[in-house]
């Protein structure tokens, strides 16, 4: 079974740049979740899809987070203009069930400059 | 790797001696509980995990502890190895919902 895959692994962009993150959860898990982890701060919760639809989006920092999951298969984290407290590392995760625990992906390490 | 900046409590063992984690949660309302190993520039990796409902899961070389009166929950390693080094995270998740709260983490080394 293929796990959760995320791309780009790295990306490095300039201050109010657009930077889309991408999530291929694992096959058939319905359930899909963005969370993050900028320096010095513990992993954070940032959403939750079920199917296509954002189940939760209380984590989500502010509007210029955006994040989609059409047809509920891949998602995207878009983040319009990044700011440089954005830096930091986002994972994504998928599970079957939501009473259990997930599969993370590798992460995408974000760095605004 | 990710921990640059972020300054971890660290754990340093022995080879094969036995290692404990620990982590304290916040919230009374929380009834399943997670521990994730974190290697160097990879996702959170699921080690175990316990319900509310028992104070005590084993897995293979490794038991979670849950203590409810105090809100605790210890990973226990037996027979520690040098693969086992890495970032270990608790997670609690409430009831009313899915998203999970995780703890800051515990940075493990194993000397060989």
């Known amino acids: 079974e293929a796990g959760v895959t995320q791309f780009p692994s790295h990306s490095v962009i300039e201050k109010g740049q657009t930077v889309t993150l991408r999530c291929d959860p694992i096959?058939?898990?319905?359930?899909l979740y963005w969370y993050r982890r900028v320096m010095g701060k513990e992993i954070k919760f940032l959403l939750h899809f079920v199917k296509e639809s954002k189940q939760d989006e209380s984590g989500m920092p502010n509007n210029r987070f955006l994040a989609e999951r059409t047809g509920g298969t891949y998602s995207t984290l878009k983040v319009q203009p990044a700011e440089l407290e954005d830096s930091g590392v986002y994972f994504c995760?998928?599970?079957?069930?939501?009473?259990?625990?997930?599969?993370f992906g590798s992460g995408t390490r974000l760095t605004v400059v | 790797g990710e921990s640059v900046g972020l300054h971890l409590p660290t754990l340093s063992v022995q080879e094969g001696d036995n290692s404990i984690i620990n982590c304290a949660y916040s919230n009374s309302a929380s009834d399943y509980f997670i521990w994730y190993k974190q290697e160097s520039g990879k996702g959170p990796q699921f080690i175990i995990d316990?319900?509310?409902?028992?104070d005590k899961r084993q897995g293979q070389r490794v038991t979670v502890l849950l203590n409810k009166t105090v809100k605790h929950l210890s990973l226990q390693i037996a027979a520690t190895q040098p693969g086992d080094s890495a970032v270990y995270f608790c997670a609690e998740k409430r009831k009313a919902g899915n998203m999970l709260t995780f703890g800051g983490g515990t940075r493990l080394m194993v000397k060989p």
């Open positions: 316990i319900r509310s409902n028992m």
């Open positions: 096959s058939g898990h319905d359930n």
């Open positions: 995760a998928s599970s079957q069930r939501r009473d259990y625990g997930y599969t």
